[in-house]
């Protein structure tokens, strides 16, 4: 493609001294797993993020896992999620042995909507933990928990995930369950996990972290740069961002009609623009939970965006040309458009 959807290369090139030099200083320090430079990096976002704690784990997967298990969750418990994010926020509930119990999103922000959760608190009686899976997480809640994947704002190179709290007993839990349920080595308190974050993902995160409120604010950039230009397009639907919020755009996903959604998503393939459906199948809807007895329809808002969200390419380096290009295609694809398309 030759726009690429994220480029991660781009991003390497212009913090490539700063990354090798904290690479070298782990690899010279020989200290690979935990240790003084994955503190550093926790202290560090904890203060970013204004949270007392923060416990550096393997991935935003067993973050979400170590998390509810350290919040006591386990089986028969239920706990309420959205059906519109990626898998590993139900499977982090399944894998505690818990039960998903899914609520309708919000159609313009696709967050958990906050009404029909209050609905469903008033008719279920059995303690339920709400995971809404949202933006910049930080201290609210008993837990937040982070994701480092590569291509997310704040990217390892590789897998890596936290969890941030203000509850002490949660952060000890974690840090035990993280390390095999030991506090003390060889002496285990409980059935852990090996889940630890590595110090040379820790040192990369330490620079990238330094960058970060940049990246975000360019990323702001992008976003305006694209909304000027496909302001009131037809059939097109851009992001929103309430009034006193922010968005960080680790996404920048359009709304489009169903039927055209794929034909422009072909199109820009056709012209060398790369672009992505995050996601195409709700959670409710997943082979995995078919035991859960959902059906198609009882989450409307959520199976309508997976016919009609666009990713479009977002990264902090893109030019304003680039941005002019795609939204230039979008716009010739919507205007030669045949009723077919609809
Ligand atoms: C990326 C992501 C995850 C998964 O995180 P990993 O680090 O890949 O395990 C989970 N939930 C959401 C909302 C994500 O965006």
Sequence with gaps: MDIPLVDLKAQYAAIREEIDTAVHRVMERGEFILGSEVEAFEKEMAAYLGAKYAVGVASGTEALQLALLACGIGPGDEVVTTPFTFIATAEAITQCGATPVFVDIDRRTYNLNPQKLAELLQRKLSPQSPVPSHRKVGSIGDAGCLS????????????????????????????MLRNHGCREKYYHLLPGFNSRLDALQAAILRVKLRHVDDWIRLRQEKASCYAQLLEGVDGIELPYVGSGSEHVFNYYTIRVRALLRDKLREYLSSQGIATAIYYPLSLHLQEV???????????????????????????????????????????????????SDW
């Design 148 to 175: 480092f994947f590569p291509s997310k704002v704040l990217g390892a190179y590789g897998d890596g995930g936290m969890v941030m709290t203000n509850n002490r007993e949660i952060a000890e839990k974690v840090k």
């Design 289 to 339: 939970y078919r035991s859960l007895g959902y059906q198609p329809g009882d989450f409307p808002e959520s199976e309508r965006a997976q016919e009609e969200v666009l990713s479009l390419p977002m990264y902090p380096e893109m030019s304003e040309e680039e941005i002019e290009r795609i939204a230039k295609e979008i716009k010739n694809k919507i205007e030669t458009r045949t009723e």
